[in-house]
């Protein structure tokens, strides 16, 4: 059986690998880039992935198997050096700066649970969830296993490190939590607070609202109070100071 790491390795782990790249009190967001190339010795390529399964859109090469791509306009199957990164080309536009961020936190997700356990060294494509597409059941297993879920908590913990969530808050909310209704409902001066971080952190709003949650960095209040407070309130006069 594989071994997998607690959500407490994965972010232990994560904060010393960061730590690595400067001196936390003066990071402001993670170069992942430069944590794949140095610290961790990956090649980063870019490429036309043209896989059979069009949501395929990254993979870690490990030297074996074969991935295919478009070259000079016809799809060539390719064999890339073991510890190459290959990442579509699509995600080198602009707006998708923050999925590419994430992507190849993913991609190093698996390097790092390959080292924990070679079993985890098998190839293993990244995808995107087409929500107009019908998937069979087992293109939602293969989706949805362990190894690809603790990829995902690599990228977010390596992305937004613990050391780096208490810096923004401090810088942009005093060091306090910030607050929350129900499970997701926030004032608007909080959403402004979360926003700042995140466009700071070059993270999505919803990865920071979802890392925040998971470090328990949130007052959570009951819903009935946001709801009270709008239907009494004045528009657009409420906060939650």
Not at 19 to 46: C, N, Q
Not at 136 to 160: G, P
Not at 199 to 226: A, Q, T, W
Request: proline fraction near 3%.
């Amino acid at each position: 059986m594989k071994s997998f790491l607690s959500n407490n390795e994965i972010a232990e782990i994560a904060d010393s690998l960061v730590k690595k790249l400067g001196k936390p009190s003066t990071m402001d967001s993670v170069d992942i880039d430069r944590l794949a190339i140095e610290v961790f010795g990956m090649s980063i390529v870019y490429e036309t992935i043209a896989e059979d399964d069009r949501d395929k859109i990254a993979c870690t090469a490990n030297g074996i198997d074969t991935i295919k791509v478009v070259r000079n306009r016809q799809v060539v199957p390719v064999v890339f050096p073991k510890d190459t990164i290959i990442l579509d080309k699509v995600l080198q536009q602009p707006k998708e700066k923050y999925r590419r961020r994430y992507v190849l936190g993913h991609e190093l997700g698996h390097v790092i649970l390959g080292r924990v356990d070679p079993r985890h060294r098998e190839l293993c494509f990244n995808r995107l969830y087409d929500t107009e597409r019908e998937y069979t059941i087992d293109d939602l297993r293969e989706r949805m296993n362990q190894a690809e879920i603790q990829a995902n908590t690599v990228s977010c913990a390596l992305l937004m490190p613990r050391f780096l969530l208490n810096k923004k808050l401090r810088e942009y909310n005093g060091g306090r939590k910030l607050v929350v209704y129900g499970d997701y409902v926030v004032a608007a001066e909080t959403r402004a607070i979360i926003e700042q971080m995140a466009f700071s952190m070059e993270v999505s709003y919803n990865m920071l609202f979802n890392e925040l949650r998971k470090n328990k960095l949130f007052i959570i209040k009951p819903i009935d109070l946001y709801l009270n407070a709008i239907v009494s309130s004045e528009s657009g006069g409420w906060n939650d100071k």
